[in-house]
């Protein structure tokens, strides 16, 4: 299996003394880099041990964040996720806090510490402390241009400007990886995008929609139907939130399962949840509003929802016995029920429960609401706008859904 081999000559060790580990255990599946700062190194020194293995490359920006990104995105353009590195006992300790903000469990990392009384490194280790690597980190990430235009938020017209909300499109955010580019909103332990580029990418939805980003809440999904209502204790695992807690914003994640908003403009309290097949078999749709009633005394024909971008009929199918589930709840579910892999319309099927429970027709915005402007693309279907698991495959991108109560009509 490739690797991708990476050189530190930044926190501590000579070019020297990595070139004699270098030649001990080299071989041709392994792509080098070589880790050094612009004017760090004599260029010659460098260079000659640029020449110790065929097709290095060197990294040579101006931080050694800036390195490390360039590194990472080369490594994921290779589709490699097996590193080693070479460094001293001080860079190991340095970069396994920069291997956290930028790298994810996706990929493993072996370090080789060189031992070295070398003068020439213990003259030029550079070591820095945890919280100077993030702030490092975080102001580099700040910099960095927008990718795919300026951020695109969807709006629903049914929910009053009591209320702030919106649900997140791909625009406007850091995220390289292309499945993932650019406004990628959740950093998973399988997929590739790390936390310091989330990170920056919830900041600069926060201030586009006006909403500190500390305050951002993402439900913690396990597809299944359990809310929590903010104020009792958090559940390990959960598909929905409630509350009538002021500034606290509410997200739901989706990338083909829905993002779902709940508001009751009478009472200010809201709600968000993520419905895949599975939650919206399960009614975690239902049990939000069940919720809103039983914790705060809403009244259900007062509750408005507003359905996300989410995967269509057009673009869903599912295993017979599965879609048979769905048929039951109203046949219109699945259009074509003789396939061998049926069609699913899990919108329609969340809009017939909600309905069942006493939500009025007119206060459910999906696919189907007319008069108002559409906030339910189908995911697969464009892919310029959003992420989709189903298209995309494992390394998808997140958007979401979030909603939060103004502390005033024109708190923006």
Not at 158 to 170: A, E, V
Not at 299 to 315: E, H, K, N, Q
Request: proline share 5%.
């Amino acid at each position: 299996m490739s690797e991708a081999v990476l050189l530190d000559l930044v926190h501590g060790c000579c070019p020297a003394c990595i070139g004699a580990s270098l030649r001990m255990w080299s071989g041709s599946d392994q792509q080098v880099f070589l880790l050094c700062w612009k004017r760090h190194w004599d260029s010659n020194s460098v260079a000659h041990l640029s020449s110790c293995t065929t097709g290095t490359r060197v990294l040579d920006s101006d931080s050694t964040v800036e390195c490390l990104v360039r590194f990472k995105q080369t490594v994921d353009e290779q589709d490699l996720s097996s590193i080693r590195v070479l460094t001293s006992p001080q860079g190991r300790q340095v970069l396994q806090v920069y291997q956290e903000l930028l790298f994810t469990p996706v990929y493993t990392v072996e370090y080789t510490v060189v031992e070295s009384s070398c003068s020439i490194c213990k003259s030029s280790a550079h070591v820095v402390s945890p919280g100077d690597v993030r702030e490092e980190v975080s102001k580099f990430m700040q910099q960095l241009p927008a990718l795919r235009g300026e951020i695109k938020v969807l709006k629903s017209s049914l929910i009053p400007d009591c209320f702030g909300h919106g649900f997140s499109t791909r625009c406007g955010g850091v995220s390289t990886l292309s499945t993932m580019s650019s406004l990628n909103l959740f950093c998973s332990s399988r997929r590739r995008d790390p936390g310091a580029v989330v990170t920056e990418n919830r900041r600069r939805l926060a201030l586009h929609a006006g909403f500190p980003p500390q305050q951002l809440r993402l439900v913690k999904v396990n597809h299944a139907s359990d809310v929590w209502v903010l104020g009792k204790e958090e559940p390990q695992t959960y598909d929905a939130m409630v509350t009538n807690q002021t500034g606290v914003v509410l997200a739901a994640p989706g990338a083909d399962c829905m993002p779902i908003l709940f508001s009751d403009p009478k009472l200010k309290v809201i709600g968000v949840a993520h419905s895949g097949w599975k939650g919206t078999l399960m009614g975690v749709a239902m049990a939000t509003v069940k919720s809103m009633v039983t914790d705060f005394g809403c009244c259900v024909s007062d509750i408005l929802v507003a359905v996300g971008p989410s995967v269509g009929a057009c673009c869903y199918s599912l295993e017979r016995e599965q879609a048979l589930h769905f048929y039951n709840i109203h046949p219109d579910c699945v259009p074509d029920p003789e396939s061998e892999v049926p069609h699913v319309n899990i919108r329609l099927a969340n809009r017939v429960l909600l309905q069942r429970g006493g939500v009025l027709p007119e206060n459910i915005h999906d696919d189907t609401s007319m008069e108002h402007p559409n906030v339910t693309p189908c995911t697969s279907c464009h892919p310029e706008l959003c992420f989709s698991h189903r298209r995309d495959g494992m390394n998808f991108g997140t958007q979401v859904g979030y909603l939060w109560i103004r502390e005033t009509l024109y708190d923006l």
